[in-house]
């Protein structure tokens, strides 16, 4: 069998981290992907909100550079995930990420709109990690 995703999209709120009792860094976040579809003749807007996980090295940078609005390249397998609550069965997808790429959007500064020298970087860019990690 084949599981494999790669999405592209930009974070619906900032990342959650936080920490396995074996000390590993858990980020969760979710993004929206967003996508045409014909209705009718027409081209309309659809999105779709979906979960993502990731572990070790790569969760501690997409907690500490990511947040809400960034656009983020992920690569993974789908996982679904249950749990009872209440007496409840209720079940959920989420991508388990092995790579998250930082996509930077470029915007004009004011001074390279007039022509002069671009103005630095307003971020450092993050680190290009790629990792295997789960620790469960």
Request: charged share 30%; proline share 6%.
């Amino acid at each position: 069998m084949f599981n494999k995703i790669i999405l592209i999209g930009n974070l619906t709120k900032d990342p959650e981290l936080r920490y396995t009792p074996q000390g590993t860094a858990v980020a969760s976040f979710r993004i929206a992907v967003n996508s045409k579809i014909k209705q009718h003749g027409e081209l309309k807007d659809d999105v779709l909100f979906i979960g993502v996980v990731v572990f070790g090295k790569q969760a501690e940078s997409a907690g500490q550079y990511l947040s809400k609005g960034k656009s983020v390249l992920v690569e993974g397998r789908l996982q679904e995930r249950s749990w009872e609550k209440d007496g409840q069965k209720h079940s959920k997808m989420e991508v388990v990420a092995s790579s998250v790429r930082f996509l930077s959007r470029k915007t004009p500064s004011s001074s390279e709109e007039a022509g002069g020298e671009s103005a630095p970087p307003e971020d450092i860019a993050p680190p290009e990690e790629t990792t295997d990690l789960e620790p469960f």
